[in-house]
């Protein structure tokens, strides 16, 4: 089983910035972020392939929010830049495959422990 760690989230202010970092134990094809705010689904944040040239957004996060990852390192990262209060959640790094809907929980084998992250003025 792949091994995840998170780490980075915060209390911050509206329009204010965080870079979350998930470290893990290989080099997954497929590696994303997934949110939870208190009382709602998981959602779809964001996901990124091993060579870096594929990179998809939710739309409420799409120009505000920037996944990338270090092979090198073997660390995925999401920079959340102009960060709203509805941004705030439990900010989980997940890995996959090759194949499948990566919008998806259904489509990811190993997941992180989670960050939170808290938007508040």
């Known amino acids: 089983q792949v091994q995840l760690k998170e780490s980075g989230g915060g209390l911050v202010q509206p329009g204010g910035s965080l870079r979350l970092s998930c470290a893990v134990s290989?080099?997954?094809?497929?590696m994303a972020w997934f949110r939870q705010a208190p009382g709602k689904e998981r959602e779809f944040v964001a996901y990124?392939?091993?060579?870096?040239?594929?990179?998809t957004y939710a739309d409420s996060v799409k120009g505000r929010f920037t996944i990338s990852r270090d092979l090198a390192k073997n660390t995925v990262y999401l920079q959340m830049d102009n960060l709203k209060p509805e941004d705030t959640a439990v900010y989980y790094c997940?890995?996959?495959?090759?194949?499948?809907?990566?919008?998806?929980?259904?489509?990811?084998?190993?997941w992180g422990q989670g960050t939170q992250v808290t938007v508040s003025s």
């Open positions: 997940a890995t996959g495959g090759m194949y499948g809907d990566y919008r998806l929980i259904a489509s990811y084998d190993d």
């Open positions: 290989g080099r997954p094809f497929t």
């Open positions: 990124i392939i091993r060579s870096s040239a594929s990179r």
